[in-house]
C-alpha cells in the first residue's frame, strides 16, 4: 500500500461512513463560496460518497498538516469537530485553512504542556473556532505561545517580505504587501497576534486569491497595538475591512473604523495615490501590467463608504489670552452701592468665588470686576 493511502485511511475519511453525514458533506461543499474553483472541479456534477469524502480529507490534512505549531492531520478529533461544524454550517473552508488550523495548534500546544487553565482544557466544550481563537489569542496565553513558536520562523518573513509602507508617523503604520512574508509578520510580529486568513500558517494560498483582485491594506493603531483593534486589514474590491480577530468585519468593522478613526482612509487613499507609480511597478507580479490604481481607490471609496466619508476631527483652537484675567489687583464695584475695593486674587474667577463667599446672597452680575496689573 503506497505512503498516500496510508494517510488516508488513517483520517478522517476512514471514520466517515454515516450516509447522512456524508450527503450533508456534499451539500456543504457545493454551497461553500470560499471553496477553491479546483476543488469544486473535482466534485462534478454527480460526485459519489468515496469522492466527497476523500475530497474533504485531502482539504483538512492539508490545512492541518503545517500550522503555526507543528503537523495536526493526525489528531482524529480536530478531524471529527471540524466536519461537524462545516457541516452544520458554523465555518467555512477559509475559516479552517486561513486560520483555524493556527488556532486549533496554539491550543494543542498549550494543553500538551500543561499551560491552560483548567475551564479551557476540556476540548469538547468548545462549539466553534472563535471560542478557541478567544482563549489563545488571550493575554493570559500569548507570552506561552510566542516562547512556543519557533521565533525564526517570523524572522524569516519579516527577511522575505515587499511591501510599500503608506503611513507611518506618531500614530499610524499603513502598509501595502506585495507577497505573504508581509502578511505573516503583519499577523506576528508585534503587539495582537491577528487571524487574517492572508497571514496565517496556510496564508499564501489566501494571499494569492485575494491580491491579484486588488492591494490589501495592513494598518497598524501604534497606540493600541496590543489591542484586537489595534491591528486592521482591508481590502477594497471584497469590501473587507476587519479587525485584528475578524470580530468586526464587512460593514460592521467599516462603521467601527470609521468611528475611531476619522478620517484615516481618505489620508490612506492619498498615499496610495502620491505612491501610485510605485505601486503599480512592485505589483507586476501579483497582477499583470499591476495594480490599476484608479480602479483601486474607486474599489476602497464604494465598498466602503462610512470610512470613506469619516473626517478627522479638528482641534480647537486654543482660547486668545484674556487681559482681564490671570493673578494680579482687580478693582471691583459693587452696582448697587457703587462702592469699590482692590482685591488680589489668582484669577477673575477666583475673585468672584471671594465675593460670592463673603457675601452669600450677591451673584458676579452684582459686581464689576477689572483686572489693574
Known amino acids: 500500500m503506497k505512503q498516500g493511502q496510508i494517510i488516508w485511511e488513517a483520517n478522517i475519511a476512514a471514520k466517515l461512513k454515516d450516509p447522512k453525514t456524508i450527503k450533508m458533506l456534499g451539500i456543504a461543499m457545493r454551497h461553500d463560496s470560499t471553496l477553491p474553483k479546483d476543488k469544486v472541479a473535482r466534485l462534478g456534477t454527480n460526485p459519489t460518497d468515496e469522492e466527497i469524502v476523500k475530497l474533504w480529507s485531502e482539504m483538512l490534512d492539508d490545512s492541518l498538516r503545517s500550522t503555526d505549531y507543528g503537523d ?105 504587501p ?50 484586537v483593534n489595534g491591528k486592521w486589514q482591508m481590502h477594497g474590491p471584497t469590501g473587507q475591512m476587519n479587525n485584528g480577530d475578524q470580530s468586526l468585519s464587512y460593514s460592521r468593522g467599516d462603521q467601527k473604523f470609521a468611528e475611531i478613526f476619522p478620517g484615516l482612509l481618505k489620508k490612506i487613499i492619498a498615499a496610495i495615490k502620491s505612491k501610485g ?14 495594480y490599476d490604481i484608479e480602479k483601486a481607490i ?48 489668582e484669577s477673575r474667577q477666583d475673585i468672584v468665588t471671594k465675593l460670592t463667599t463673603r457675601y452669600p446672597d450677591s451673584t458676579e452680575a452684582d459686581y464689576t470686576i477689572e483686572k489693574q496689573n
Open 72 to 176: 495536526l492531520s493526525a489528531d482524529g478529533k480536530f478531524d471529527d469537530w471540524l466536519t461537524r461544524l462545516y457541516t452544520n454550517g458554523i465555518v467555512d473552508y477559509e475559516d479552517i485553512n486561513g486560520e483555524g488550523g493556527d488556532a486549533l495548534g496554539a491550543w494543542k500546544a498549550l494543553s500538551i504542556r500543561g499551560k491552560l487553565r483548567e475551564p479551557h482544557q476540556d476540548f469538547n466544550k468548545f462549539k466553534n473556532l472563535r471560542q478557541i481563537q478567544q482563549i489563545v489569542q488571550s493575554r493570559e496565553y500569548r507570552n506561552e505561545l510566542d516562547r512556543i513558536k519557533d521565533a525564526e520562523t517570523i524572522e524569516k518573513h519579516k527577511r522575505e517580505k515587499k511591501e510599500t509602507t503608506l503611513i507611518d508617523d506618531d500614530r499610524f503604520l499603513v502598509t501595502l
Open 178 to 227: 506585495y507577497n505573504y512574508g508581509a502578511c505573516y509578520t503583519f499577523n506576528n510580529s508585534a503587539g495582537f497576534k491577528a487571524s487574517f486568513c492572508t497571514g496565517s500558517s496556510q496564508g499564501l494560498r489566501w494571499f494569492e486569491r485575494y491580491a491579484p483582485e486588488g492591494p490589501l491594506i495592513s494598518i497598524i493603531d501604534k497606540d493600541n497595538v496590543d489591542e
Open 277 to 290: 507609480d510605485e505601486i503599480t511597478k512592485n505589483s507586476t507580479e501579483i497582477t499583470k501590467g499591476g
Open 298 to 345: 474607486s474599489d476602497i471609496k464604494s465598498k466602503l463608504p462610512a470610512s470613506y466619508a469619516s473626517e478627522e476631527k479638528k482641534e480647537e483652537p486654543a482660547p486668545e489670552p484674556d487681559d482681564n484675567d490671570g493673578p494680579g489687583t482687580y478693582l471691583v464695584t459693587q452696582l448697587a452701592s457703587g462702592k469699590t475695593a482692590r482685591i488680589e486674587g
